[in-house]
């Protein structure tokens, strides 16, 4: 059920919640199937752990710099359905995921304003194509590429992880930080050398922490990472 919040001279508009999305068993369908075509392809956890962890990340950046409920609200939503396009293709999903929201979000009401701002978050979010064209998208963007963590990877045989493995599982802890007096957004990483070297951290990661400075900028931050007490950006 969608809760109406909204009045106008023409009469109820529907507010879509990211409560009722996440109860919504059509979405939870595609997001699922889409992780399992991740799987079969041999990729990371793109599942409800994923998008969770986004969406929680996206409204803690954008409730730490005061923008209004409802713009974090909209972030939760773009973050929730960011990956669906993986249903379609690994390949330019999230073109195709804009779409697919586009359509799903439409049907049940989404005004355009609110629609608009979802699907050119989901549009923007890959590092490939995307660009931060604005906060909702900036934050999605550095939710999205700061979730680098062991409870991702799926093969437990370390003797045939492949690199994203391999960086993935060497990632003990991984937290972000805002500072609004300088202005800097700081991703702080402890990695277990064992696994990894910080050299494959980079190889797999550098153009979605150049994307990462771009969102930062985006919101008027600086982007910094630090891995295992280095500043490295």
Not at 26 to 40: E, N
Not at 54 to 64: F, G, M, N, P
Not at 82 to 98: E, F, K, T
Not at 205 to 230: S, V
Request: hydrophobic content about 45%.
């Amino acid at each position: 059920m969608i809760a109406v919040k909204n009045q106008t001279e023409t009469g109820l508009i529907p507010m879509i919640t990211y409560h009722d999305l996440r109860q919504n068993e059509d979405l939870k369908t595609y997001i699922r199937h889409a992780d399992a075509s991740l799987a079969a392809q041999g990729f990371t956890e793109h599942s409800f752990a994923h998008v969770g962890h986004v969406a929680d990340t996206a409204a803690s950046i954008l409730r730490a710099l005061h923008y209004p409920v409802r713009t974090v609200e909209l972030a939760q939503i773009a973050a929730y359905l960011h990956d669906i396009g993986n249903l379609i293709n690994r390949v330019d999903h999230s073109q195709s995921g804009a779409i697919m929201a586009f359509r799903l979000l439409d049907k049940l009401g989404m005004p355009a304003e609110e629609l608009a701002v979802v699907v050119t978050a989901i549009g923007n979010h890959d590092e490939g194509t995307g660009v931060p064209v604005d906060p909702v998208a900036a934050a999605l963007i550095l939710a999205d590429k700061s979730d680098v963590r062991r409870s991702r990877v799926r093969n437990q045989d370390p003797a045939t992880f492949d690199i994203h493995d391999r960086v993935n599982y060497s990632v003990e802890n991984t937290a972000m930080s805002i500072d609004t007096a300088q202005k800097t957004i700081t991703l702080r990483l402890t990695i277990n050398q064992e696994y990894s070297t910080i050299m494959d951290y980079f190889e797999i990661f550098l153009n979605r922490m150049i994307l990462c400075r771009k969102a930062a900028d985006r919101l008027g931050l600086r982007f910094q990472l630090r891995i295992n007490n280095q500043s490295l950006l």
